[in-house]
């Protein structure tokens, strides 16, 4: 089976499912994050091999059936898979649409070697899941006092906008838990033919909240839950180049070759991202 979204294919859905599936965007999203799909467009064609349901992400050595199985396991939504189709396939369909076009659109980026255009697309799921997902779980919870209590003290609690939210409702650990939000993820700059110092320099200059630096190795590590202000503050220091702004913003000097250097960070911001879609479809389904 193959099912077009936004001009992107993706193939490799067969495996005796329901022909529901092509309109449930939560099943095609699982299916993609799992790595278990192909995706296509133009002449671009990608194997999309990594399981982001794990942490940190690995490469899925699982037949798609058994992948998705252990998914729904892993992730207490039980059930089958027929029944996950079934009760997704009218929810929400324009939100998850989005954030999987969204992640198709990273995938061919990626695949195309243009990983400054997929960092893009990163920071737009990044901004599209910020608000819309602490309602979403809000919504999905039978524990309405707590939960509210939750949402009244994020609401109310001194942040900006709808990131700084997002920040404060990951820091409850309710969502996602607060053992795993604290699992440290590694970015190596290592064998980048002579910029290696350059971009672990220029990253370590920017971002201070790294849990370890190896400079030898030209190596950090970020805490998992500290990821989103990593992607906001190299997205800012990158993007902005406003002459006398005193931001101490990255310049193509210091960054020779902006698709080498985010071809190294996007996998801990992708791994993030992913978890958070994924957690966000578990929480609303679980048997």
């Known amino acids: 089976m193959t099912i077009e979204i936004s001009g992107t294919s993706i193939e490799g859905l067969s495996g005796g ?4 599936a092509a ?3 939560q099943y095609l999203l699982i299916r993609l994050l799992l790595g278990t799909v192909k995706v296509s467009r133009g002449g671009t064609r990608s194997k999309q091999i990594m399981d982001y349901s794990s942490l940190p992400a690995t490469v899925q050595t699982m037949k798609p059936a058994d992948a998705v199985r252990d998914f729904l396991m892993s992730y207490s939504i039980g059930g089958s898979v027929n029944r996950l189709i079934k009760v997704t396939r009218v929810d929400n369909r324009e939100f998850y649409k989005e954030i999987l076009s969204e992640f198709l659109n990273f995938q061919i980026q990626t695949a195309r070697g243009s990983n400054t255009g997929a960092f893009v697309f990163l920071y737009r799921i990044l901004e599209r899941i910020s608000y819309s997902v602490p309602l979403l779980y809000a919504s999905t919870q039978s524990d309405f006092r707590d939960t509210f209590k939750d949402l009244r003290s994020i609401l109310n609690a001194d942040i900006k906008g709808e990131l700084g939210m997002f920040k404060k409702f990951l820091d409850k650990g309710r969502f996602i838990e607060s053992i795993k939000l604290c699992v440290a993820q590694n970015i190596s700059f290592a064998n980048l033919g002579g910029h290696d110092a350059d971009y672990y320099k220029l990253t370590c200059d920017r971002f201070k909240r790294f849990v370890s630096k190896d400079p030898n190795a030209h190596e950090l590590e970020i805490k998992f839950l500290d990821i989103p202000d990593f992607l906001i503050t190299i997205r800012n220091r990158f993007f902005h180049s406003l002459t006398g702004d005193e931001k101490n913003n990255i310049t193509t000097i210091e960054m020779p070759d902006s698709d080498e250097y985010f ?8 791994s993030f ?8 479809i578990a929480s609303k389904y679980r048997t």
């Not at 499912?17 to 529901?20: A, Y």
Request: charged letters at 10%; zero cysteines.
């Open 17 to 20: 499912i329901s022909q529901n």
């Open 273 to 280: 991202l992913a978890i958070v879609a994924l957690q966000s």
């Open 263 to 270: 071809g190294r960070i996007n996998p801990v911001i992708s």
């Open 23 to 25: 309109r449930s965007y």
